[in-house]
């Protein structure tokens, strides 16, 4: 497995800078709201990936995550069914965030 992306976008809704009505495409806060979903809940061992928030660029067919999400999932967000699936992936060590990150999918929705 390799990563289409790997390196975070301009406007990544996990950057504390990022407005999240500036991220391109059409944003829409009741579809970033559902991405609720993607969040491994804390305390629960979920060994299996079932959805994963995809970057704002994707078209939906190329398995392009997002990489504020892999970062936040991999890291605090401790997705143990994602660690398990990143081992193989090839170009995971190419990961790259820049700027401050939010730490809660809830601090990446609007105000």
């Given at each position: 497995?390799?990563?289409?992306?790997?390196?975070?976008?301009?406007?990544?809704?996990?950057?504390?800078?990022?407005?999240p009505h500036?991220?391109?495409?059409?944003?829409?806060?009741?579809?970033?709201a559902n991405l609720k979903d993607t969040i491994a809940?804390?305390?629960v061992l979920n060994l299996t990936v079932l959805k994963a928030m995809a970057c704002h660029h994707s078209t939906g067919n190329d398995n392009m995550y997002c990489v504020g999400?892999?970062?936040?999932?991999?890291?605090?967000?401790?997705?143990?069914?994602?660690?398990?699936?990143?081992?193989?992936?090839?170009?995971?060590?190419e990961l790259k965030v820049y700027g401050k990150q939010h730490q809660r999918f809830e601090d990446t929705l609007p105000k």
């Amino acid at each position: 497995m390799k990563l289409t992306r790997t390196k975070q976008c301009a406007k990544c809704p996990w950057k504390v800078s990022t407005n999240p009505h500036d991220i391109p495409d059409g944003y829409c806060e009741i579809k970033h709201a559902n991405l609720k979903d993607t969040i491994a809940e804390e305390g629960v061992l979920n060994l299996t990936v079932l959805k994963a928030m995809a970057c704002h660029h994707s078209t939906g067919n190329d398995n392009m995550y997002c990489v504020g999400w892999l970062n936040q999932q991999l890291g605090v967000g401790n997705n143990i069914g994602l660690r398990i699936r990143m081992i193989k992936c090839e170009n995971i060590n190419e990961l790259k965030v820049y700027g401050k990150q939010h730490q809660r999918f809830e601090d990446t929705l609007p105000k």
